[in-house]
């Protein structure tokens, strides 16, 4: 079961909706304006059901969803860091790097060889 199911299961509808969006566009340019759009919410009150429900911000999911693929691609397959910063939705493979080692402490290269045999 994905999360936007189990949540809208638990009676929440709004951040199955967040969720369902995020997990269907993170590969692509989004933002907390697009999501809100979707939505139907301010991006400011938007962003204060989703933290008070869940302790983080639309955009801290954003990232954190491109991150988990990101780090899936980079021990499954083959492909150039800037081919998986492109597919999680970092058109800039620097940014792409810097996000990820801020987000890991390590680089993209160092997941990818710590994660394979």
Do not use: C
């Not at 139907?40 to 991150?67: A, C, F, N, Y």
């Amino acid at each position: 079961m994905d999360v936007a199911e189990d949540l809208r299961l638990r009676d929440e509808p709004l951040l199955a909706e967040v969720f369902g969006f995020i997990e269907e566009h993170y590969s692509e340019r989004i933002s907390l304006k697009d999501v809100a759009r979707v939505v139907g919410l301010t991006p400011g009150h938007l962003t204060t059901v989703v933290r008070r429900k869940t302790g983080r911000t639309v955009q801290d999911w954003i990232s954190e969803r491109r991150m988990a693929q990101a780090r899936k691609l980079l021990v499954q397959t083959n492909q150039a860091v800037e081919e998986v910063g492109r597919r999680v939705g970092h058109a800039n493979a620097a940014y792409f790097v810097r996000h990820f080692r801020r987000a890991h402490g390590i680089t993209p290269l160092a997941w990818r060889r710590a994660g394979r045999p």
